[in-house]
């Protein structure tokens, strides 16, 4: 039920009062260029998972699409102009909130293992795996959604759990810039305020006065959009992510308990990505990340499939679909992306609407959203740049029979920015951490293994004065740095 506030004045933007009956959910959409402020006036209410605080003002924008769930029952306060706002009594929280309780039993169980703790007599033959859950759906089935409400319950549960979570869908960038795939511990609850920022700041970008400044993900850079551009170097990265994991866990007995939860890209389900390729991917996750639980969202053939591969060792559970997830199409997600680009050099600039004075993004302050990058010039000789494979190459199974491909798809090829046509202009590059110091370990592709210290992008070549002009988040320095390049451009609008 809706309210208009009598408060609303000609310079204000209109603001109305909800009140929700429990187990019901505010939705809501925004077009380009207008934000909307929810604040909660009584009651509980929380988004995908992470509670509002009472009294406090948040700020949405960047054509975000989102929901505010009650349990109990709550009133708001919502001030702005959405393009859609309803609110729904159909949610599938309830099915999403007894996962995360069979989660939860899966936790305390490998918590006590670790700990040594004898299991209760009545569970003595109880698995004690932490949930390692991989989410699967189709294209807007609500994934992302789903597993930021799984880790937000973990978090909120009071155990002191980190879980992991693992992005996979190189198309969403999770919290580096798109064309990444990443992980990292969860300690405090995700918000949504910007689909730019799915999965909320971390330190690579935001300022450390922020709480989910703790976050510090592990990434490596993919460079496309799409798994199917190169699915051999998306397999090696899933199982490198999954390697570094795995060395965490030895090293920190104590964060196994809280398991982790995988995002993946909808190509993994269903789309022009051959069966063999997202068969092949799905695999390298499940060995990857040591899989004990599969979600599928909303889809049956591909739960039956998954039932019929996995189900006689990991638990097949297919999940119902939010009748809220919003169909993204092609031109949204082109501009949320040049949007992350974009909020990763200079954080998050969004305008509170009218006479909203004291607004937060996720619950802190909008300023320390704003961050100032660094653009410099820098000789070409200062900074070493490969591409993986050749440019614009077809995969190998796409070649005629016999054919030998000169170039594999893994091997890095280092690039001549002073020769024309090589593409760098506008383009985005992952720095590389340094390589092992131990001139033992080198090998053949270990670009390939390394993971990624940032990102920066060229806004200028000179090829007469060999020299290149590069966007970067710091004024950290370039020289004797590697770079590589994958096929996502980003031009300032
Ligand atoms: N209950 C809801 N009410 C309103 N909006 C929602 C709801 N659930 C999800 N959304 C929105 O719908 C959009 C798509 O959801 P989400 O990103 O979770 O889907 P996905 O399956 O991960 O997408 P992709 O196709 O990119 O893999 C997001 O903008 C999300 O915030």
């Known amino acids: 039920m809706s309210t208009e506030n009598p408060e609303n004045t000609a310079e204000s933007a209109p603001s109305k009062e909800w009140t929700l009956e429990p187990e019901t959910e505010y939705r809501f959409e925004l077009d380009p260029g207008s934000s909307l402020a929810i604040k909660l006036v009584r009651g509980h209410a929380e988004i995908f998972g992470a509670e509002l605080v009472e009294g406090k003002t948040y700020l949405f924008g960047s054509e975000c699409k989102a929901a505010v769930f009650t349990w109990q029952g709550c009133t708001l306060e919502v001030t702005g102009h959405p393009s859609t706002e309803y609110v729904s009594e159909e949610t599938p929280m309830t099915a999403y909130a007894n996962l995360h309780i069979a989660f939860e039993q899966m936790r305390v169980r490998a918590l006590r293992d670790v700990r040594g703790s004898p299991p209760p007599t009545d569970e003595p033959a109880a698995s004690q795996d932490p949930p390692r859950i991989l989410v699967l759906g189709p294209e807007n089935s609500g994934k992302t959604t789903v597993c930021k409400i799984l880790v937000n319950y973990a978090v909120r549960a009071g155990q002191g759990w980190s879980p992991l979570l693992v992005n996979v ?111 092949r991917l799905i695999k390298a996750c499940v060995e990857a990340f040591n899989i004990n639980v599969i979600l599928v969202v909303g889809h049956e053939k591909l739960n039956v499939e998954m039932q019929r591969t996995y189900g006689a060792r990991i638990t097949v559970v297919k999940i119902p679909k939010s009748g809220g997830v919003v169909e993204l199409e092609h031109h949204y997600r082109e501009r949320i992306r040049n949007n992350q680009f974009y909020s990763y050099m200079y954080g998050h600039i969004i305008k509170p609407p009218a006479g909203i004075t004291n607004a937060t993004l996720g619950g802190e302050t909008l300023d320390d959203f704003i961050l100032s990058p660094s653009s410099t010039v820098i000789s070409f000789s200062d900074l070493t740049i490969y591409r993986v494979g050749a440019g614009a190459m077809a995969p190998s199974s796409a070649l005629p ?3 030998q491909r000169v170039v594999s798809e893994m091997q890095p090829v280092i690039i001549d920015p002073s020769q024309p046509g090589s593409g760098l202009l506008n383009s985005v590059l992952g720095l590389l951490a340094p390589p092992n110091p131990d001139e033992n370990e080198r090998y053949d592709e270990e670009l390939l293994d390394l993971t990624i210290q940032g990102f920066i992008v ?23 740095k590697t770079a590589i390049v994958g096929t996502y451009e980003w031009q300032e609008q």
């Open 169 to 279: 869908d190189p198309g969403q960038g999770g919290w580096a810039a798109p064309g990444a795939i990443s992980a990292a511990s969860v300690f405090a609850p995700i918000p949504t305020y910007s689909p730019a920022s799915p999965l909320g700041s971390v330190a690579t970008s935001a300022p450390t006065a922020l709480a989910s400044n703790a976050l510090v993900p592990l990434v490596f850079w993919y460079g496309h959009a799409e798994t199917k551009k190169n699915p051999l170097l998306m397999d090696r990265l899933i199982r490198n992510l999954g390697g570094h994991i795995d060395d965490r866990y030895l090293n920190d007995q104590e964060a196994k308990p809280s398991g982790l939860v995988v995002d993946t890209p909808p190509s993994f389900a269903s789309g022009p990505t051959t069966d063999v390729h997202r068969q």
């Open 401 to 403: 029979i016999g054919a």
């Open 458 to 480: 060229i806004t200028n070549l000179d090829i007469s004065k060999k020299r290149m002009t590069v966007l970067a988040p710091n004024q950290v320095s370039l020289v004797g």
